[in-house]
Nanobody, 127 residues
Framework: VQLEESGGGLVQAGGSLRLSCAASGRTFSSYTMGWFRQGPGKEREFVAAITWSGGVTHYADFVKGRFTISRDNAKNTVYLQMNSLNPDDTAVYYC?????????????????????WGQGTQVTVSS
């Protein structure tokens, strides 16, 4: 599956952005989709993930209550709604796909599970 992110940009602290990730490929609906980010001088880190049905989501602790991941399988698109942004959220945000249709009990998405990646979209939050 090929992925392309959009929606990044410059926003003031406290503002919101909505990222989109368009996927190509006939089996999009069978993939777990995720968002990761890499800030300046930092390693890539997990942000959020969603099962193929959209029924189960998982978030990094630092975005809980602020970010929401969702998907529209009819449009082959996954979204990341980001609210209450702060300068620490400044990063390149990457969309990723994992060939995992259902999550075993206790499963938590991690970087190694995602085999397809987009090019990333820059999010900059000014103070």
């Amino acid at each position: 599956v090929q992925l392309e992110e959009s929606g990044g940009g410059l926003v003031q602290a406290g503002g919101s952005l909505r990222l989109s990730c368009a996927a190509s490929g006939r089996t999009f609906s069978s993939y777990t989709m995720g968002w990761f980010r890499q800030g300046p001088g930092k390693e890539r880190e997990f942000v959020a993930a969603i099962t193929w049905s959209g029924g189960v989501t998982h978030y990094a602790d630092f975005v809980k209550g602020r970010f929401t991941i969702s998907r529209d399988n009819a449009k082959n698109t996954v979204y990341l709604q980001m609210n209450s942004l702060n300068p620490d959220d400044t990063a390149v945000y990457y969309c990723a796909a994992a060939q995992i249709s259902a999550w075993p009990r206790g499963y938590r998405p991690n970087h190694a599970d995602f085999g397809s990646w987009g090019q990333g979209t820059q999010v900059t939050v000014s103070s």
